[in-house]
């Protein structure tokens, strides 16, 4: 199966440059989470992947080969920004764009009739753009990038302005369309719902990736916390070698073992723990997405804004 490749990609929009060595790919099947905030370059790079914008440098890559006009035609891809036509009604305009990537009529129309089905449009076929609200016109939009049966989805905050039973739609579609091989991009601030969906992530800041991997792998870290819902640390930790606390509060303790620590480190604490009392909870903490994003896009660094 394909691989989409995205190798040194550069940009520069007078003296500020937007993407410095941009370099990630998403395999076949795989949801690929793309994360960063405002003007980090994620919109740069998959204008750029769609030919929209051209590089200074780098390539990208489908199987190997550098991705060419007939290759775009078999990308399905969703704007930030609304690409719609407002005043087209909505079953007219997403056969016209089927058309337009090679489908014939009569399988044009029933791929728009399948994919206003599944996001529950169904209703507002007739209706023009404009007349709908913003989560319907979101739906439009991705079913505008599903509609030609894509080969590869680069989804630029697709989420955004869903309620939350269509974020749970929208969901269901990027794994549908993953689980048949398709390598699948998106990005989006709502960092618990990349978390959620995504195979692996990328953290971009200031035009490069910083992090990148499965989330399991992005979450580990050379030290172990474990919170304990029962006595207080104070009370029982102390002993064990490697081990501090963290936090001890109202029932709750966050304890922490250093890459020093026995293997066998866990065992102890709950035997410490359970030989003063009670213990109602105790399970391994790691951080979230959300606290590995805020690490690794606050970290210092002298990089100047650059533009989305």
């Given at each position: ?43 740069t ?18 199987d ?49 009739e ?20 913003l ?21 630029d ?21 993953a ?10 601030h709502q960092?618990?719902?990349?978390e ?47 081990v ?65």
């Amino acid at each position: 199966m394909a691989t989409l490749e995205i190798d040194a990609l550069n940009k520069s929009y007078g003296s500020l440059q937007a993407l410095r060595d941009m370099s990630f790919a998403v395999r076949a099947g795989e949801i690929f989470g793309f994360v960063g905030s405002n003007g980090a370059g994620k919109s740069t790079t998959m204008r750029i992947t769609l030919g929209v914008l051209a590089a200074d440098s780098g390539q990208v890559r489908w199987d190997g080969a550098p991705i060419d006009h007939e290759t775009r035609r078999r990308i399905g891809y969703m704007p930030e920004e609304r690409g719609l036509y407002p005043r087209m009604k909505v079953a007219d305009q997403l056969v016209y764009l089927a058309r337009l990537h090679g489908m014939d009529a009569a399988r044009a129309r029933e791929s728009m009739e399948h994919w206003t089905q599944v996001l529950g449009i169904e209703e507002r076929r007739g209706d023009e753009v404009l007349k709908l609200s913003l989560g319907n016109q979101q739906r439009v939009q991705l079913a505008a990038a599903l509609v030609h049966e894509p080969d590869i989805l680069v989804l630029d905050e697709p989420f955004s302005g869903l309620d939350p039973v269509a974020v749970d739609v929208m969901s269901g579609v990027l794994r549908e369309q993953a689980d048949r091989g398709v390598p699948v991009v998106f990005s989006s601030h709502q960092l618990e719902l990349v978390e959620r969906i995504s195979d692996r992530v990328g953290i971009v800041r200031a035009g490069s990736i910083v992090a990148t991997g499965a989330i399991d792998e992005l979450r580990r870290t050379e030290e172990t916390r474990w919170r304990v819902v029962g006595p207080p640390a104070s009370r029982w930790a102390g002993g064990i070698p490697g081990v501090r606390v963290v936090a001890d509060d109202d029932g709750t303790s966050l304890v922490e073992a250093g890459p020093g620590a026995a293997a066998d480190t866990d065992q102890a604490l709950l035997a410490a723990a359970l030989a003063v009392g009670p213990v109602r909870e105790f399970a391994v903490v790691r951080p979230t997405l959300t606290e590995l994003y805020r690490d690794v896009v606050t970290a210092d660094t002298q990089t100047e804004a650059v533009p989305a």
